[in-house]
């Protein structure tokens, strides 16, 4: 199986992040805001929290809606039928944990209200309309506000946490493609040696780590803006949920006065009991509960002080690895093909033995994928000797397009000393760059290789001898070093 089909076969097998479904609320934005790490684990499940709450205040609406209706069921058939209305808050609360147990909360209020109902053992049929009629509606269009909050909730967190999970996976792969190609850049040898594995000895363009560092990158910074879109949105249903909780909190105190006017006329121990259940309703204020529910759950909820994510301040697999880092870049020209006229271009040497062409810098730091004009693979190239001026002409195939023939491509350089740089960097790595520049320079210029052919004759060994001149040998300069960035300081 050839190398491009393993590392295909490992990003199959990769293990993708949960995506939240119909029942479940995934969030990651509460330990992805300090984290550095590409896929920050998931740590809580702050939209499925406040559904859980919304949840827990609808069904404590519940408990009163049932309370009314059965108090006027009381009224009715007097204090025989008075234990059924106890009865509907007999029970615990659901999800009762989310009320504080000290005085003054929900919680609290509850148990006044079992207490109190207890007491009740005569009821008026004169009230059973007016509750109907006064205090039930105000209880149910409650409920059914609790209800469209906690579905619009858990919508929108469901929403935000797929595109989350969409970017995280997505981030994931590239991830992982890149170590597949950085281990197998390390493992056949780099730049310094050959790959003797990878078909051909070089491996494709497209998995050029430097390449697929700028992908993950670019998908990184996609899941940045996912993450912290979905981080603002649950910070909003935070401070959202805790205006609601006050208006559920005066919605259920309104609805006690209402109670308490209609039952105002009837036997002191109703009037001292219903007396006694508004006093607690209405002691209760609005962010009591809220500001509990913060302090008993610091550790889930978002802290909307904390900082945002930002991608200079994130590391990741490959992040500095030599294959990533350039040997050299910058800006030279290059003699059209058609027009013969030289233009700017962005030209990058990597570990990986390709010299990239790009149109800007800009096309190479853009959000998108970097995508080179032209790709030489330097070991299938020839090189010629560098010029006085910083001029030199590379002759190869480029493995990009379409044209399987070589060309010669002329680069100019904005004087001698950068023309030494890039022609040190680039002939290291060409067909003929065991050559010294002074040794290509002497093969093309020298009389012997072109004079001497034509003036040998198979006359006279004496006149072969003659005409050949000695040759005399040059002094090999030993190449310099090319100029190899330095990795850049770890974040």
């Known amino acids: 199986m050839s190398s491009e089909k393993q590392a295909l076969a490992m990003n199959e097998k990769a293990p993708i992040s949960p995506v939240a479904g119909p029942g479940r609320v995934e969030t990651f934005a509460s330990t992805a805001t300090s984290s550095s790490d590409a896929l920050a684990p998931e740590s809580g499940d702050v939209g499925g929290l406040i559904v859980e709450r919304l ?5 404590a609406v519940d408990y009163l809606e049932k309370y009314i209706s059965q108090t006027e069921t009381l009224h009715k058939i007097l204090g025989k039928e008075y234990t059924k209305v106890l009865k509907t808050v007999d029970e615990p609360l659901r999800e009762g944990h989310h009320f504080s147990q000290a005085p003054g909360g929900i919680a609290s209020f509850f148990e006044t209200l079992r207490g109190n109902t207890s007491k009740l053992s005569v009821a008026h049929t004169e009230c059973a309309v007016e509750l109907k009629s006064g205090v ?13 909050r906690q579905k619009h909730v ?16 997505s981030t994931q792969n590239q991830v992982e493609l890149l170590g597949t190609w950085t281990s197998a850049f390390d493992g056949l040898g780099g730049a310094d040696g050959k790959l003797t594995k990878i ?62 006017t209609i039952l105002s006329n009837q036997a002191e121990l109703q009037r001292k009991m219903y007396l006694d259940v508004l006093e607690k309703g209405n002691s209760i204020p609005p962010d009591f509960e809220f500001v509990n529910f913060l302090t008993r759950n610091a550790e889930t909820l978002i802290d909307p002080a904390a900082p945002k994510r930002t991608v200079e301040a994130i590391s990741f697999p490959g992040d500095n690895h030599r294959a ?13 093909t058609i027009m013969r006229s030289y233009n700017s271009g962005y030209y990058v040497v990597t570990p990986a033995k390709y010299l990239h062409e790009f149109k800007d810098h800009d096309s190479v730091t853009s959000t998108k994928d970097p995508e080179p004009e032209m790709s030489l693979f330097l070991p299938e190239c020839n090189i010629s000797p560098l010029t006085k001026d910083g001029k030199f002409v590379l002759t190869g195939k480029d493995t990009k397009g379409l044209m399987s023939s070589k060309h010669d491509y002329a680069f100019k350089c904005g004087n001698a000393a950068e023309g030494q740089k890039w022609y040190d960097a680039i002939s290291q790595f060409c067909a003929n760059g065991t050559k010294s520049a002074a040794e290509l320079s002497s093969a093309a210029t020298s009389p012997a290789a072109s004079v ?35 990795p850049p300081a770890a974040k």
């Open 452 to 486: 001497a052919p034509s003036v040998v004759t198979a006359a006279s060994p004496a006149a072969s001898v003659a005409a050949t001149p000695v040759a005399t040998p040059a002094v090999e300069q030993a190449p310099p070093a090319y100029e190899m960035h330095a």
């Open 154 to 169: 858990a919508e929108e967190c469901e929403r935000k946490a797929k595109a989350v999970a969409k970017a995280r996976n």
């Open 199 to 260: 078909p051909d000895g070089k491996m494709k363009p497209e998995n050029d780590p430097f390449l697929l560092k700028k992908g993950v990158i670019k998908r990184l910074e996609k899941q940045v803006l996912e993450e912290n879109a979905q981080r603002q949105d649950l910070i909003g249903v935070q401070n959202h949920t805790q205006q609601f909780e006050g208006h559920i909190v005066s919605t259920i105190q309104s609805a006690l006065n209402a109670l308490n």
């Open 136 to 148: 039930l509606p105000i209880l149910e269009r409650l409920h059914k506000e609790i209800k469209d």
């Open 55 to 59: 949840r827990a205040y609808k069904h």
């Open 324 to 336: 990533t880092i350039p040997l050299i870049e910058g800006a030279i020209q290059r003699k059209g």
